[in-house]
T-cell receptor, first 123, second 107 residues
Framework: QVQLEESGGGVVLPGRSLRLSCAASGFTFMTYAMHWVRQAPGEGLEWVAIISKDATNKDYADSVKGRFTISRDNSRETLYLQMSSLGPEDTAVYYC?????????FGYGLDVWGQGTTVTVSS | SYELTQPPSVSVSPGQTARISCSGDALSEKYTYWYQQKPGQAPVLVIY???VRPSGIPERFSGSSSGTIGTLTISGVQAVDEADYYCQTRDSSGAYVFGTGTKVTVL
């Protein structure tokens, strides 16, 4: 079945780095744009980043720009999020999600989500 | 930065109609999307492009948009609809924006 599975979360010291992965299965990964969305404890959803299906276009929320890098390996059907200079404000559940969309246009919504991986930034 | 504002909570009796608003500048000039999230679970897309239901979403969910307000309507609310609901759009720079979220309580 169509599935996204995140991994790589954990407890990390402030200022350190962490890389999240999102493994896709059950659909043609290379035909979808992919997102990272996070949710701090008890808070709402916050969009983090998007990468186009061929990785030529990327965009980030202002809160992570310059610190986070989104990437993908279509041959491995895997999405990544490299996070650096982490701070307590980055503590959240991180979700990956797919969207059928062309770069710069309104797509069909984030229609498949993973179950999330938890990142805790604490000393 | 672009903001989407939702009421923190909406309460409704079973069988009644719940309407959740989402306010943003010139929202009707963009598309609005709606997500349902139950505790401990990932969000689920319930409406895309203002008023389109994805496959598998019950007909009691509908969406509309006019002026600066997008609205998610749940007709004939059921206990299983108790959840948090988030609207979403894209701002003029292309960044994705989520609303503040609304907790729907079924009395």
């Amino acid at each position: 079945q169509v599935q996204l599975e995140e991994s790589g979360g954990g407890v990390v010291l402030p200022g350190r780095s962490l890389r999240l992965s999102c493994a896709a299965s059950g659909f043609t990964f290379m035909t979808y744009a992919m997102h990272w969305v996070r949710q701090a404890p008890g808070e709402g959803l916050e969009w983090v980043a998007i990468i186009s299906k061929d990785a030529t276009n990327k965009d980030y929320a202002d809160s992570v720009k310059g610190r986070f890098t989104i990437s993908r390996d279509n041959s491995r059907e895997t999405l990544y999020l490299q996070m650096s200079s982490l701070g307590p404000e980055d503590t959240a559940v991180y979700y990956c999600a797919r969207e059928e969309a062309e770069a710069g246009t309104f797509g069909y919504g984030l229609d498949v989500w993973g179950q999330g991986t938890t990142v805790t930034v604490s000393s | 930065s672009y903001e989407l504002t939702q009421p923190p909570s909406v309460s409704v009796s079973p069988g009644q109609t719940a309407r959740i608003s989402c306010s943003g500048d010139a929202l009707s000039e963009k598309y609005t999307y709606w997500y349902q999230q139950k505790p401990g679970q990932a969000p689920v897309l319930v409406i895309y492009k203002d008023n389109v239901r994805p496959s598998g979403i019950p007909e009691r969910f509908s969406g509309s948009s006019s002026g600066t307000i997008g609205t998610l309507t749940i007709s004939g609310v059921q206990a299983v609809d108790e959840a948090d609901y988030y609207c979403q759009t894209r701002d003029s720079s292309g960044a994705y924006v989520f609303g503040t979220g609304t907790k729907v309580t079924v009395l």
